[in-house]
């Protein structure tokens, strides 16, 4: 088992800058691939970025490619998601999810994800 804790979240003005984090405790030393999601009331829960396990291959939607950048420090098993240039578009509740042992590839499915933290809450202003 994985257990994930996501921080960071807050009350910022659009085109502030957040870094949301994800720690992982229980059995991190499997690799695996990770990935932020998040969900704005009343809509789905979507894929936001992606990350290999050792970081060389990321994945983003299209709405924050350029703006959000994911990074991942195994040392301290810990993910992280650098949101710059935030938008009111971009409140949500954003979730960090990893996929089972040895899947170390992200993906942008929701089922492809085994655990998931309990979120986040991101609130931009205009």
């Known amino acids: 088992q994985v257990q994930l804790v996501e921080s960071g979240g807050g009350l910022v003005q659009a085109g502030d800058s957040l870094r949301l984090s994800c720690a992982a405790s229980g059995r991190t030393f499997s690799s695996y691939g990770s990935g932020w999601f998040r969900q704005a009331p009343g809509a789905e829960r979507e894929f936001v970025a992606g990350?290999?396990?050792?970081?060389?291959?990321?994945y983003y939607a299209d709405s924050v490619k350029g703006r959000f950048t994911i990074s991942r420090d195994n040392a301290k098993n810990t993910v992280y998601l650098q949101m710059n240039s935030l938008k009111p578009e971009d409140t949500a509740v954003y979730y960090c999810a990893a996929r089972t042992r040895g899947q170390v590839m992200p993906t942008r499915a929701l089922y492809d994800y085994d655990y998931w933290g309990q979120g986040t809450q991101v609130t931009v202003s205009s």
């Open positions: 990350i290999s396990w050792y970081g060389v291959t990321t």
